[in-house]
């Protein structure tokens, strides 16, 4: 292995460095990653296209963004002391917090200096004779890496729709995942959100405050459940700490990366009088446990789930006084789990203030965005400020844009043209050396838990290299032919699991269908990770690069 160092920090124009890690992204998954290769002896760089640490969390930066995980799983678990020192306010944190963890850590474990900042990837290429990664970021830097790690995320690059005169609009506009760091103000404004998906749904009650007017666009209603977010009291604090050593064996082994208790009961075990009971405790309780501590059939029978949604039904129209707009914001072409399930405070309680107006897409399409404002058929409205809530390309938009060049100048793009194929959501074919963890092929749940099996796969891997004396490793293609196949059969195993959702990447015009989740989850992927130890890396060639062999 190399052993140069980087050398700085931040500046457009840097050396050109030679390391053994280089990973791409300030994400909670990247700054995972270099605090592993860092920890096990490797010298490691992270370039992100960002000016500071926290990818999603750098990013989206719109009031009302925060956590639907528990602050406290979705924290590193990697140090008893980093997990007792950083006392989360909320269950539920908001973006800012999360952002200052984020940069706590990096400095806590001396990260910043192995950093580079407003570095975006622009190419990255296999070299085989050297069995070397040459990255170049978009000040034309280079960077020469044995293993190249991206951890560029599934929700990092913001989309628009292709709206007929977007770029006209003279007022103010901002895509919830571009969001300025200088606060936006809405008093006294007239306001569009465009998009009610997760991050629509928590910037609109916080916009809604302070408009003059606020107009809402909604293309698909979706079932959103509160979040029932509370501070974390002292008492709760203690507990807390206390409970370290449990919290991490319940996260290291949960199925979703909750602390959530599971439920054994189907839906039908219950009487009527009993289910409804339930799912009244279960609209009380916090975030994603509506989804994880739910009947066991919710999500695979379409009675159970029906049922479920028809409670959330009754609830919308208890809370939205006006009949025809409850029914805008009820679903009728998904159930619930098929999409990524919102968390809301406060938000079906805005359509009853007067100054908020909801517009269905479905009846009235949005033709044109003019200089000042959005004409649907039923006319012009016009805005101070557009709010594009309208999502990403998910699960391989950030890769297919790197210029990823394998064995023989293979490109990523063009080796999953019809969709990503993957071994265990880290690695594909014909790019040795090359890991993605965090990317497709990862499982819905509390993120960090997954990406994090995945990132000490990564570093296992690269230990057992340099414990072997190889320093080339690609999977075998049977391994991921295998395992692509699996996360395609579970794609559609579930009936809850239709294919409206942006799982499919059915969001962005002309991108493959493809499913780009792991749904059969997290159990799969520790079962299979434990069969690669046992068969000694069977799944995988290992070998050793022409320079190593000359060189003896
Ligand atoms: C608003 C929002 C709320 C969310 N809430 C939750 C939640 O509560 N719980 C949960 O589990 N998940 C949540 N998620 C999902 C979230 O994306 C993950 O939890 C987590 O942030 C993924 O971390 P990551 O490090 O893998 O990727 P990211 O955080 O997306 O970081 C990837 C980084 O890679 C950088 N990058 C990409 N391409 C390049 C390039 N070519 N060159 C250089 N840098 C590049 C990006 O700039 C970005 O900073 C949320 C997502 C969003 C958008």
């Excluded at 990664?133 to 690059?157: M, P, Y």
């Excluded at 990132?455 to 057992?464: A, G, K, P, Y």
């Excluded at 290299?465 to 395992?483: F, H, N, Q, S």
Aim: net charge negative.
């Amino acid at each position: 292995m190399t052993s140069t160092e980087p050398v700085s920090e931040k500046t457009p124009s840097q050396p050109a460095a030679e390391v053994d890690v280089l990973v791409v992204g300030a994400g909670i998954t990247g700054i995972y990653q270099l605090y592993r290769a860092r920890e096990a002896g490797f010298s490691a760089l992270l370039l992100e296209a960002g000016d500071g640490v926290g990818g999603t969390w750098y990013w989206n930066r719109y009031p009302g963004a925060r956590f639907d995980s528990e602050s406290y799983t979705y924290a590193y678990l990697f140090s008893r002391e980093l997990f007792e020192e950083w006392e989360w306010h909320e269950h539920f944190a908001e973006q800012p917090e999360i952002e200052r963890y984020l940069n706590h850590v990096v400095d806590r474990f001396d990260l910043r200096h192995h950093m580079r900042f407003g570095a975006k990837v622009t190419s990255a290429t296999w070299d085989e004779p050297s069995g070397r990664w040459t990255v170049v970021d978009s000040h034309g830097n280079e960077v020469r890496a044995r293993f190249f790690v991206a951890a560029t995320g599934v929700l990092s690059v913001p989309h628009f729709p292709e709206v007929p005169g977007r770029e006209e609009f003279k007022g103010e506009s901002y895509h919830t995942g571009l969001w300025p760091a200088e606060p936006v103000d809405f008093t006294g404004k007239r306001v569009a959100v465009i998009g009610t998906g997760s991050s629509g749904v928590q910037i609109i009650p916080v916009i809604a405050e302070k408009a003059a007017a606020l107009t809402v666009y909604q293309r698909s209603a979706n079932w959103c459940t509160p979040l029932n977010n509370a501070p974390i009291t002292p008492e709760e604090q203690a507990q807390l700490r206390a409970d370290f050593e449990a919290i991490c064996r319940t996260l290291r082994s949960s199925p979703s990366g909750f602390l959530h208790v599971a439920n054994e009961r189907a839906a039908f075990d219950d009487s009527d009088e009993q289910r409804r009971a339930f799912f009244e405790e279960m609209w009380q309780s916090p975030g994603f446990s509506k989804l994880t501590s739910n009947y066991n059939d919710l999500l695979f029978d379409e009675a159970a789930n029906a049922a479920w949604c028809d409670f959330l039904a009754s609830k919308i129209r208890a809370i939205v006084k006006d009949p025809a707009t409850a029914d805008t914001l009820i679903p009728k072409d998904h159930r619930f789990g098929e999409k990524r399930p919102p968390f809301v405070t406060a938000y079906f309680e805005v359509y009853n203030e007067p100054h908020v107006h909801i517009v269905d897409l479905r009846e009235t399409p949005i033709e044109r965005v003019t200089e000042r404002g959005i004409e649907t058929a039923d006319g012009l409205r016009e805005f101070d400020i557009i709010v594009w809530a309208t999502g990403f390309d998910f699960g391989t938009g950030a890769l297919r844009r790197m210029g990823i060049e394998g064995r023989d100048g293979l490109a990523l793009v063009d080796h999953w043209a019809d969709g990503p194929t993957t071994f265990l959501g880290i690695q594909t074919t014909g790019f040795p050396n090359f890991f993605f963890p965090g990317g497709p092929h990862a499982a819905a749940g509390n993120n960090p838990r997954y990406n994090g099996d995945q990132v000490d796969f990564v570093t296992e891997i690269l230990l057992h290299l340099r414990a072997t004396g190889y320093d080339v490793i690609e999977v075998e293609p049977a391994a991921e032919e295998k395992w692509t196949a699996m996360v395609d059969r579970w794609a559609t195993k579930a009936p809850s699991f239709g294919e409206s959702s942006y799982y499919f990447g059915t969001n962005i015009p002309g991108k493959p269908r493809k499913y780009l989740l792991n749904s059969a989850g997290r159990p799969k992927l520790l079962a299979e990770i434990a069969k690669v130890y046992e068969t000694d890396y069977a799944s995988f060639r290992v070998a050793r690069s022409m320079e190593a062999v000359s060189s003896g």
